[in-house]
């Protein structure tokens, strides 16, 4: 069982950086066993796979739209994942979503998840 908080989402200008952070309490299995990722959805879209890591951040994967401009990270002492966003652009503007999967590979389906966040809010500004 996780329970995953996500915080850092706000309101920044097109080419703005932020950090999104993902803080899990893990029970029964240790967090550095999960694979991490994040998600977003827009308004009117599916929700998306952004990034994923590995559970020793071995394995590590993105979306074409973000690559060069997001890194993923996780710190597995402080059961914490995060995902730098650089070079933000408007497209970026959905709530971002932390997820954890049991499954050892990063996986960008989101019925591999087993748990979610409750998502925060990034938008970008033209």
């Known amino acids: 069982q996780v329970q995953l908080v996500e915080s850092g989402g706000e309101l920044v200008p097109a080419g703005g950086s932020l950090t999104l952070s993902c803080a899990a309490s893990?029970?029964?299995?240790?967090?550095?066993?999960?694979?991490m990722a994040w998600f977003r959805q827009a308004p009117g879209k599916e929700r998306e796979f952004v990034a994923g890591?590995?559970?020793?951040?071995?394995?590590?994967y993105y979306t074409d739209s973000v690559k060069g401009r997001f890194t993923i990270s996780r710190d597995n002492a402080e059961h914490t994942a995060y995902l730098q966003m650089n070079s933000l652009k408007p497209e970026d503007t959905a709530v971002y979503y932390c997820a954890a999967s049991g499954v050892l590979g990063v996986v960008a389906d989101t019925t591999k998840y087993n748990y979610w966040g409750q998502g925060t809010q990034v938008t970008v500004s033209t």
């Open positions: 893990a029970s029964g299995r240790p967090f550095s066993m999960y694979t």
């Open positions: 890591i590995g559970w020793v951040g071995d394995r590590i």
